[in-house]
């Protein structure tokens, strides 16, 4: 399962490569997710995350370790946790005028064998729309902090 999605950003972009990888502030944009910085404070290649996806106590953790670190460009990920395993890419591109662009991109193994790859079509709409109202609050809260 792959899945890119992106967004503009009226942002320079080392401002938006700050934005991204500021791990305990992304729970304030990303629908339903908190993350925070473990090995190495989530920073450099063998750095850490965890991303808790869920409400209350309801959900799954998702562990990754940087695989890639090419600030303020790329940041690549292996997702390590039991349900979610697979690959991330966080990238900024420059744009004119002194904008960019996110790009979040994920090529997951679904869970649950056949059962995931059959039930997969009914929840990438959900979750391509979950992701896109994500990364307009991003690209809000980028562009409130240029103020």
């Known amino acids: 399962m792959t899945l890119v999605r992106s967004v503009e950003v009226a942002a320079p972009v ?69 349900v979610v395993r697979g690959t991330g890419v966080f990238s900024v591109e420059e744009r004119p005028g002194g904008r960019s662009c996110f790009v979040w991109e994920e090529s997951l193994e679904l869970p649950l064998g056949l059962l995931g790859r059959l039930g997969w079509p009914l929840v990438r709409p959900v979750f391509a729309a979950g992701l896109k109202h994500s990364l307009k609050r991003f690209a809000r809260s980028v562009e409130s902090a240029q103020r």
Do not use: K
């Open 14 to 82: 080392e401002h938006t490569w700050r934005a991204a990888v500021d791990w305990d502030s992304q729970g304030e944009w990303m629908l339903g997710t908190a993350v925070r910085g473990t090995a190495q404070g989530g920073v450099g290649v063998g750095g850490g995350l965890e991303a808790f996806t869920g409400i209350g106590r309801i959900g799954f953790l998702d562990t990754m370790e940087i695989t890639a670190w090419d600030p303020p460009y790329r940041c690549e990920v292996l997702h390590t946790g039991r």
